[in-house]
Nanobody, 123 residues
């Protein structure tokens, strides 16, 4: 089992940017697809982005495509989510997750989860 810890959340004004980090311990991330999910108040958790173990392929939810970028540094055992042009609808707790299926987007495909980091976007 890999342990994941997210950081980088906070309060930002609409139009601003944040970069989230997800640090892993327990195992190296090279063999894992890594995903970001988010859960807004009163809503179900939803897929945001995923990156393959090599980092060569990525996929995004339509709602963040063109604004968010997922990346990874396997040497640092860390995954990132660069979020630009944030809007209040992006307000949520953001979770990173590790899974065994390339470009997976379902929660069930990810076996390890972090505790989440809060992102709040003010209008």
């Amino acid at each position: 089992q890999v342990q994941l810890v997210e950081s980088g959340g906070g309060l930002v004004q609409a139009g601003g940017s944040l970069r989230l980090s997800c640090a892993a311990s327990g195992r190296t991330l090279d063999n894992y697809a890594m995903g970001w999910f988010r859960q807004a108040p009163g809503k179900e958790r939803e897929f945001v982005a995923v990156i393959t173990g090599s980092g060569r392929s990525t996929a995004y939810a339509d709602s963040v495509k063109g604004r968010f970028t997922i990346s990874r540094d396997n040497a640092k055992n860390t995954v990132y989510l660069q979020m630009n042009i944030l809007n209040p609808e992006d307000t949520a707790v953001y979770y990173c997750a590790a899974g065994n299926y390339a470009l997976a987007y379902r929660e069930a495909d990810f076996g390890s989860w972090g505790q989440g980091t809060q992102v709040t976007v003010s209008s």
